[in-house]
């Protein structure tokens, strides 16, 4: 996505993420982490985020007001961006800004500050924006972006509201969470198989088990939509009506709220409880 694209249109496929986003909006958390998707995508999902809690309409972006228009450009003055995708965050450009969130947004709105590719930062820099956390001031709100949470420092994350993007472009998982994938839907199928999978000591972390999510949403995708493109995405057709493989949607969303929340779950049992969902 270059600067001046649509960050509306960029989110197509990512409407679980911006539904999350949609239904905090009026009570926005001082910080929020967006992992998962690609960089583009990360950025486009911080844009509509600042347009959300900007937007003259009050709700859903518009994209036609002046204040939209302007976050697209980067131009709104209520915006700050820091772009790690062209090198290092530094911690002299996090410091000077510190007397800038001690003040008011200039606007009506929200102060946004989004952290492009947030894992480009230097720990001195990290450790200056965590003072600015633990400092809040009403109307700024930050955005960290990066490939994984766990890229980031973990105090960062832990004063974070975490949103995970599905991928994209890719309609196949990888042979990793395809194995993973295949066995909870044979678990689905016979009952058998999986808790021997997910309770052998240190088989599954918070990371494996958010992929195995996405993965089976991935699947579910290609089951919903008809195109069936992998075998698994045509065993679930066959397995269950439309009803089953919306319960199986609503399962898959409340296990991602689970491993996105701050609050420590052990992720094992959170794909349990997945995969007996549907016994």
Same mark, same amino acid.
């Given at each position: &996505? #270059?600067? @001046?694209?649509?960050?509306?249109?960029? $989110? #197509?496929?990512?409407?679980?993420?911006?539904? /999350?986003?949609?239904?905090?909006?009026?009570?926005?958390?001082?910080?929020?982490?967006?992992? =998962?998707?690609?960089?583009?995508?990360?950025? +486009?999902?911080?844009?509509?985020?600042?347009?959300?809690?900007?937007?003259?309409? =009050?709700?859903?972006?518009?994209?036609?007001?002046?204040?939209?228009?302007?976050?697209?450009?980067?131009?709104?003055?209520?915006?700050? %961006?820091?772009?790690?995708?062209?090198?290092?965050?530094?911690?002299?450009?996090?410091?000077?800004?510190?007397? !800038?969130?001690?003040?008011?947004?200039?606007?009506?709105?929200?102060?946004?500050?989004?952290?492009?590719?947030?894992?480009?930062?230097?720990?001195?820099?990290?450790?200056?924006?965590?003072?600015?956390?633990?400092?809040?001031?009403?109307? @700024?709100? %930050?955005?960290?972006?990066?490939?994984?949470?766990?890229?980031?420092?973990?105090? $960062? *994350?832990?004063?974070?509201?975490?949103?995970?993007?599905?991928?994209?472009?890719?309609?196949?998982?990888?042979?990793?969470?395809?194995?993973?994938?295949? +066995?909870? +839907?044979?678990?689905?199928?016979?009952?058998?198989?999986?808790?021997?999978?997910?309770?052998?000591?240190?088989?599954?972390?918070?990371?494996?088990? &958010?992929?195995? *999510?996405?993965?089976?949403?991935?699947?579910? /995708?290609?089951?919903?939509? =008809?195109?069936?493109? !992998?075998?698994?995405?045509?065993?679930?057709?066959? &397995?269950?009506?439309?009803?089953?493989?919306?319960?199986?949607?609503?399962?898959?969303?409340?296990?991602?709220?689970?491993?996105?929340?701050?609050?420590? *779950?052990?992720?094992?049992? *959170?794909?349990?409880?997945?995969? !007996? /969902? &549907?016994?």
């Amino acid at each position: &996505m #270059t600067m @001046n694209a649509d960050p509306l249109a960029a $989110l #197509t496929g990512q409407e679980h993420a911006v539904k /999350r986003l949609n239904t905090i909006a009026l009570d926005p958390p001082q910080s929020i982490i967006i992992e =998962g998707g690609d960089a583009d995508s990360r950025v +486009a999902l911080s844009l509509y985020w600042a347009m959300r809690l900007n937007c003259a309409s =009050g709700s859903v972006p518009c994209g036609q007001c002046p204040a939209c228009k302007q976050i697209v450009d980067l131009a709104f003055n209520d915006l700050l %961006f820091f772009d790690g995708r062209e090198g290092l965050i530094k911690v002299a450009s996090v410091r000077e800004q510190r007397g !800038t969130w001690g003040q008011p947004p200039n606007g009506d709105g929200y102060r946004v500050s989004i952290f492009a590719e947030a894992q480009m930062f230097m720990t001195e820099a990290a450790n200056a924006l965590l003072k600015s956390l633990e400092e809040p001031r009403p109307g @700024n709100v %930050f955005i960290l972006t990066a490939p994984q949470r766990e890229r980031l420092l973990e105090t $960062l *994350v832990s004063r974070s509201w975490v949103v995970t993007l599905a991928w994209p472009d890719v309609r196949e998982n990888s042979p990793e969470i395809t194995e993973w994938t295949t +066995a909870l +839907a044979g678990f689905w199928r016979t009952g058998l198989g999986w808790f021997e999978r997910t309770s052998a000591k240190g088989s599954v972390d918070k990371h494996l088990a &958010m992929q195995v *999510v996405l993965g089976m949403q991935r699947e579910l /995708r290609e089951a919903l939509s =008809g195109s069936c493109g !992998t075998p698994l995405s045509a065993g679930l057709v066959q &397995m269950y009506d439309l009803k089953g493989l919306r319960r199986i949607d609503l399962a898959l969303e409340q296990a991602q709220d689970a491993l996105n929340t701050q609050v420590p *779950v052990n992720p094992a049992m *959170v794909l349990d409880w997945v995969a !007996t /969902r &549907m016994i």
